[in-house]
């Protein structure tokens, strides 16, 4: 949607979605006129909000009320807010994730600084990597055919599951099993290992050792169990009932029944996964505001994303809050999370 507003309008705008975000109540034209800095009358002040009205930028909920913001309008102030956007610091906050363990402990600890720092809903999303590298391996026997795997990646990747095996291994076979494929295929990817395993289970002279048959057995289903996959941190939902309970102008939007549907696509994280992907094309911030969701079911939401990378893979963190929430701290914290992510993991 192209717009073409005067600097009286836009400034009118700005104040007026800025004042809306804050006290989520409608604005009024007197109050415009006192607070814009325009050193404008009401009657002119009127004039510019009715103009603003007509190219659908600002509406009015009531016939006595003052105006709130539509969609479009929302995006023509957060993308002022992109345009002029300057970079934060974020020391303190990378010595914080330097903390971290491992690469999931990062992702749990950044959206959950996200959450805080935004009192939004925070994510934090990094797709399965296909060059992820088999660096150790290891089995423990849980009680009965249940075994516990532990496969470490590259990229300091941690996975752990428990099995349900075809037959019992007892110690010092799973211990043979770790040493065998630790010493055959380490350095692989695990796709590669996979593959290796299976063309090795299909060779003539393997069948003449049976432990080492039962090894390849367990090593291939320990890595089709850990088959790399998505990985997604969700933290701060608590903050959407707070908002939503706390302001009429959220109440209006933001129903039982919309809160129901945000928490199902939460739940199902491969359907939230699928919805971030097909919004991050391009490296940067990402922000889509209400309606321009493609699923009904968010047109009461915005969200703010930006990329990161560790090298070789590119993820996203985010908020998600409703269209009312306060751009101008998301959009900032959001790319500091991001930038900070970058650095930490190529190692600047």
Do not use: C
């Not at 908002?243 to 919309?258: F, K, P």
């Amino acid at each position: 949607m192209t717009v073409d507003l005067t600097d009286r309008q836009r400034r009118i705008l700005a104040r007026l979605v800025s004042e809306y975000i804050e006290q989520g109540e409608p604005v009024s034209s007197s109050w415009l006129a006192g607070h814009s800095g325009l050193g404008l009358s009401s009657a002119t002040v009127r004039n510019l909000l009715a103009r603003l009205e007509e190219q659908g930028l600002v509406r009015q909920p009531h016939t006595s009320a003052g105006r709130i913001p539509t969609d479009a309008g929302y995006r023509l102030y957060v993308d002022s807010l992109l345009h002029s956007r300057r970079r934060q610091s974020t020391g303190e906050l990378e010595n914080r994730l330097r903390r971290s363990g491992t690469a999931g402990e990062l992702l749990e600890n950044v959206s959950h600084e996200l959450a805080r720092a935004s009192h939004q809903i925070a994510f934090a999303m990094t797709p399965a990597s296909p060059a992820a590298r088999l660096v150790h391996i290891n089995f423990v026997r849980l009680e009965g055919r249940r075994v516990l795997i532990t496969l470490v990646a590259s990229g300091n990747q941690i996975t752990h599951k428990a099995i349900e095996t075809d037959e019992e291994y007892d110690a010092p076979a799973l211990e043979r099993a770790a040493q065998y494929i630790n010493g055959e295929f380490a350095g692989l990817t695990l796709h590669e290992a996979r593959e290796a395993i299976i063309a090795r289970m299909h060779e003539d002279r393997m069948l003449y050792d049976a432990l080492l048959s039962r090894v390849l057995r367990l090593a291939q289903t320990g890595l089709d169990e850990l088959a790399p996959e998505d990985t997604l941190h969700v933290q701060g939902v608590s903050f959407l009932f707070e908002g939503a309970l706390g302001s009429s102008a959220d109440r209006e939007h933001v129903t039982l029944e919309t809160l129901r549907a945000l928490f199902e696509l939460l739940e199902q994280k491969h359907r939230l996964v699928q919805l971030l992907t097909s919004y991050i094309e391009a490296d940067g911030l990402t922000v889509v505001i209400g309606s321009e969701h493609a699923s009904p079911a968010m047109h009461p939401f915005s969200l703010v994303a930006s990329t990161f990378h560790d090298g070789q893979r590119t993820g996203t963190v985010g908020v998600i809050g409703p269209t009312r929430m306060r751009y101008q701290r998301a959009i900032t914290v959001v790319d500091g999370v991001s930038q900070a992510m970058t650095r930490l993991l190529e190692g600047n």
